[in-house]
């Protein structure tokens, strides 16, 4: 029997008060954790939490960036939608959209990168088995 | 020959983009980041750092409030006030005052314990000499 | 008939990757946005919203207080639980207690006033009838 | 007599406790808030600010992205550099770089549009030339 793999999720999520700014709209910065915030809900569907240190591993980001298209306010109702976009031995990358409805609001993506302590720095190091077996590339969205 | 002994911190700080809301204004959730700005810089000042860990211990909060007089908002320059306002064996107790030129703006007051791991969780110890011989209670505000 | 008045509003969260600190625990100034989060919600659940605007009004808050009794760490589920303790002709004052199933994190309160705008200040105001009329102070806890 | 041009901008900075995150190191939605504080301060170095609303205009972000190489930690002192990329009639780009030392520690670049308001919406507008004549282009980096 083999567990379900995980290559997209999906949040629901609202904005708070404290996340907009003085132009009235979402601060460009929260985008950011709007995406780890359905990053790690999708390790936690999959059994796993980003913050194990299961095998002394960690996962620190490499790159991050977002393009954004239409602006949020505060209570707007959104949906966060993270995709597996690439796997390697030890990196992985996502894919993020965010939409309010069948608006496109924003467009993102991440690479992180498992490593693990090397003297007082960090080297790449292969995913631990139950964490690499447990996601799959999204299909291409149509 | 004994170093100075600190009381009294004054923080200059200007407010950034991100810290306001749909208000108009700094959120209020940010006047404790401030508060908190101007301890550590007081203890930067004092040769240590709230962070070292030394001897084991760490410092969690036991409490933080603010009376809120009149709002910050975006570039406002203002100034941190932290003073000791209690010190005891194993906790202490600060004010801090936030003005933007004579006009207060803020005031508010947070206590802090000093604490060593005990099995699962964590217990009262007594402040390490080098932290507690670094600072003294300020004399009362005229 | 009447609608229902809310006087108590219970919010079911997690904590985010975001809200932690290098001392591995939610940062003291989240416990603030967690009560205000509750406490919109409790507004959205009565049919309104805090940021409507209408009449001119807003709601600064007057202070904010919290007690830590215990930390709260990465993925834990948490509640927040508002209480509207106070209200008065234009400020209202509610009480917020976090809870680990039955276990207390921390107990916080807040007030806030109604204003509007006065020349290039802001002065008190009687609450609108349809804010007013949808809250009640909360009994007593047992 | 004209007003000196800016093309560069560089900030020195401190890690703030409330910046880090329970891996020990700076979260990365933080860097996206340097790149903005020092953007701002060269618009206030510019005689400028970005919140003016002078004219009507407004200037929301259409991208940011960063490349991280190195973790920040709680206390670490840095600089932020920002130069202006390119200009076009109506957005601007900036490219970031954080430096500790001579170390660094990630690179960015976010890219703005001015834009007015069009009914519910907004739309692009030529940059007012108060703004525009108080930037230039930097040199390439050597």
Redesign the interface.
């Known amino acids: 029997m083999t567990a379900r793999r995980w290559s997209e999720y999906r949040l629901r999520r609202r904005v ?3 996340e ?6 979402v ?4 985008f ?2 709007y995406l ?2 359905a990053e ?1 809900a999708m390790w ?1 569907a999959a059994g796993l ?3 194990s240190g299961a095998g002394g591993v ?1 996962f ?9 298209h239409r ?1 949020l ?3 707007d109702e959104f949906d966060v939608v993270v995709r597996v976009a690439a796997i390697g031995q030890s990196s992985m990358r996502y894919d993020c959209e965010i939409f309010m409805g069948d608006v496109r609001i924003a467009s993102g993506t991440t690479s992180m990168v498992c490593v693990v302590r090397d003297g007082a720095g960090l080297k790449a190091a292969p995913f631990p088995p139950d964490v690499i077996s447990r996601f799959e590339v999204a299909p291409t969205a149509p």
Chains 1, 2, 3, 4 share one sequence.
């Open positions: 708070n008060f404290y907009t700014d003085c132009a009235g709209i601060h460009f910065s929260w950011f954790r780890e915030e790690h936690r939490s980003i913050a960690g620190p980001r490499v790159n991050a960036s977002f393009d954004y602006p306010r505060f209570e």
